[in-house]
């Protein structure tokens, strides 16, 4: 594939009511690495296996969310490209020069449909993933892998106003492309849209939802399935506030647990799901068939995990 | 180990109220093995690897439950020798001839303080299981191992009064050793207990629960814990009602999903848990601990996990 | 990312000695589904996660090895545009009409430096992936997964002259990358590339060899690291000729098995490996490095594994 | 089971070239928690998940192999009886006080028939598996599982003469039962038998071999299969010697890999393998089946695993 364009989430950024407590989190029990803290108080952190300097930036506010979410583009062209398209559909951009954000090149900031603050940037500070480039190993030291051992940032889920507005947006202007969709039963009408631009089953994801700019969740990747139960025996040994599983998705059938940071914030953790091509037709689910969508193996809905956001 | 004694479960028999929906789930979506239906309307089952004749048995009934559980002895000799501890304990035996329960040798039968109707027998004719004995391989033959593939039956979790004294009946006359106990807070006074026979970390376990006779679940065994998550898929897949999971269990430290059979019989599929050691000190978890003593991965108790018996 | 171009092997066609045995293998032990029969004797597979008619083509003959291979384009346009690069490149391209090759929409065919027959076409009849597209399951009906049971069609490795052209040719007409390469200690001569097109660590590569043309495995997806055990017990139930493994790649960092078809055909499933984006370094392998390079878990070499090739 | 007698192999005591280094092997890569250092420069260590003192002991000397393997017994009295039956049996032994070995009560020792050195002993200072014993939990802190985090020293592989009468010395004597055997085709000759005092396929297995007391290996145990492949990773990591694996074990189906410590004793660690009843008829293999017997994904043998022993 001629791989340009958006790469992945690259950065997301969290706002937690109590620093330390959240550092002990994502670092002990998730398992990130702490990389940096700067004079306003953020914490930066990666997972073992990304080669960019940080992905989740936490810092302490007077209520939980999501600051903003930052996605790698390919290249500075690319996102010159991204920046006219995303102004030509009709949507205000604004320019922030390099360094502005730790350790990263100039970037692209504006709102999507859903309410949600979006950057884009092509160029971070390589830090390695533990392992050299020449003559690499397959695992890095020990003690590296700690916690729920996450390899990446994976995706995130956010709520929102516009769905269907938001879908069109990330395709038309950034080439993402619908994997699967939540339609009201027998009706094109989207109430939940999963985009991918990989071969990830989705990079993103919106359920509808009245208020603006919410988030569902942040999602690390596992390497292998078993590694959620080793989460969740995490999660019950720390008395972190688990949503539910380990469970199944319908929904890119991966294997998942949720839980929620001290603050509130819900995190997940999954493995496996498809590889998905552009040429899979995208999947369809009825309203009416929730429950399987989103929690396979029993098909109930989860009071909380439909309700509560960020 | 002098291996003597009660050897395991050998035999679960329960009734259901459709007998053609439940062998489709028996056979179908946990993947037992039919081996004989007989006059009297009773279905025979046996895992994949299991060498007796049959574990499970079915037969239809206007309600369901437990007829009995029977365990298997190592000798002839060991049966006699159980017959007159339990008569000495004060426990009225009945002796059922050889050949009365099919492929089986003479049994005993007693009804233990719970209000479960035991059997205790030395002799099943067996089958093999589906490898030779003689150069054997590690797998049986393609499309032998189906659905959720345990390998054997392995343990049986009842209601009933009298918990404490079970335990004593058990570990006095039949030579179980406790392994786990639930006990009210900051007293001896047990609510569940948790007894093994084998290396395993329990053979029988019992709730107190004020009417005698109920079954909470029985369990099969899965090679791998990943194998719990492909149960679910199946659980999901066929749209059979799930109790709870995939989870893992404190007590015993099994991963473990729940589920029911179409007439609402609980069953268990797990895997995992420690290896057992007779000087391995009795674990002890308080009644305030339920939540990640059940079920360790969200601490919280599932109230028809608790109520629900047949 | 913008996903155009080549999107990954759609096909691969072998020759063997004996058809009949090599339908056992490709059916029955890795586990694929038997699509079609022609009238020229070819047998027409698919993997069961698969939503295009087939991927895997066999043909009976005097000598085994690789008919040619087919990676199928994101569109017409797509496909029309690599037609141009090549022929631009000074490669010769042939055409070949929509309908010649079975349920395929138009190819073109050139041969590559290391003296392969490749194809690419953007159009093949869809049949599915054993599950509706419009509320799907998570797994097909009992009996579709068997065998092995790979999801998909991942790679091939061949064996040729010219391997660094190759490389470039594959990059510069057909957006292919570097992912990894085995180089001669201290300089970048290429002994080995392996190349992407998506986010798999590699959808073909190369290993230098004089004799042009010749085959050294073709691979298919396992959904987890565990079931590449699963398939070393098919492998040794069924007295499959194993060539290496289970073991790890240091390369790609895949779990791995090789063994080879009735007719000497290497084969592969393997699972895992790291998730692959552009802006990862290509990694680079000295050669005296091959051992843990290829099999991690010794750093040893094999020599058939070296050497044997169809 | 009356779980009296012989319970499991509780310490191996080996001999290595550097003691330094093998501290770092078995305490960093294998995952061993040190416990101690004696004057006469002893190390000690344990399992994570064992609750006696100690299972491994090394001494540096200037050649490699075993010092004794020491079987703890159910109880003082079953000491005693066992001293009985081994002395009426018409085998010498040894009376050791208790605290001559370190946190140990009395033992006894004898010379078995195939020149081993062997102990048995009721008593040893019981220190935990790292959770407690009153409200456990089912994983112990984040550091504690390190390395290939085997939960317990498992089994020892042992060379020497007279191997059919170790198997009859131990089952006579000791109570183990023979689980599987290998013999010369058409005949009844014990080349290799595996015996068991649980519920475990092996507690302790001979190879016939002309020079007595050889030591193959000592095996660790694994909670799931995959971590064999994780251990594979390990080993390949720090470039520690790799024999075999991973592979499967024809005989007791477990999943394994073997690999040397620094001093060149064979280690193992494994998972998986039957649970083992005593109605279990012996499994048989014959010499010309040794290939799947003993490495069954390839069945083929690897003259290192057949002849080099310490």
Chains 1, 2, 3, 4 share one sequence.
Request: net charge negative.
């Amino acid at each position: 594939m001629a791989i340009t364009g958006v790469l992945r989430i690259g950065e997301a950024a969290l706002r937690v009511l109590d620093l330390e407590e959240s550092i002990v989190h994502y670092r002990d029990r998730i398992g990130l690495q702490e990389m940096a803290r700067d004079d306003e108080g953020r914490v930066y952190f990666k997972c073992w296996d990304e080669w960019d300097h940080h992905s989740l930036v936490i810092r302490e506010a007077d209520e939980t969310g999501l600051d903003y979410m930052a996605y790698k583009v390919s290249s500075d062209a690319a996102l010159t490209n991204f920046e006219k398209r995303i102004r030509d559909y009709g949507v205000e951009v604004e320019n922030i020069d390099a360094g502005v954000y730790l350790k990263s090149g100039r970037r692209i900031q504006f709102t999507i449909p859903s309410g949600h603050v979006m950057q884009l940037y092509a160029e971070k500070v390589k830090v390695g993933n533990n392992m050299p480039a020449h003559n690499p190993e397959v695992i890095p030291d020990e003690g590296i892998i700690r916690g729920m051992g996450p390899t990446r940032l994976d995706h995130i889920l956010i709520y929102g106003p516009n769905v269907p507005e938001c879908g069109k947006f990330f395709t038309e202007c950034m080439d993402f492309e619908l994997a699967e969709e939540i339609v009201k039963d027998g009706t094109d009408d989207q109430l939940s849209v999963f985009l991918a631009c990989s071969n990830k089953p989705h990079d993103i994801a919106w359920v509808e939802h009245p208020e603006p700019g919410k988030l569902h969740h942040i999602s690390f990747f596992l390497n292998n399935e078993i590694d959620v139960y080793h989460a969740g025996d995490i999660i019950g040994k720390n008395r972190i506030s688990n949503d539910i599983g380990p469970t199944r998705h319908g929904i890119t059938r991966g294997a998942t647990i949720y839980f929620f940071d001290p603050s509130g914030n819900r995190n997940e953790v999954f493995s496996g799901g498809y590889i998905r091509y552009p040429d899979n037709p995208p999947l369809r689910w009825d309203e009416s068939q929730l429950g399987p969508a989103i929690f396979y193996h029993d098909g109930k809905l989860n009071e909380s995990f439909l309700t509560v956001v960020t």
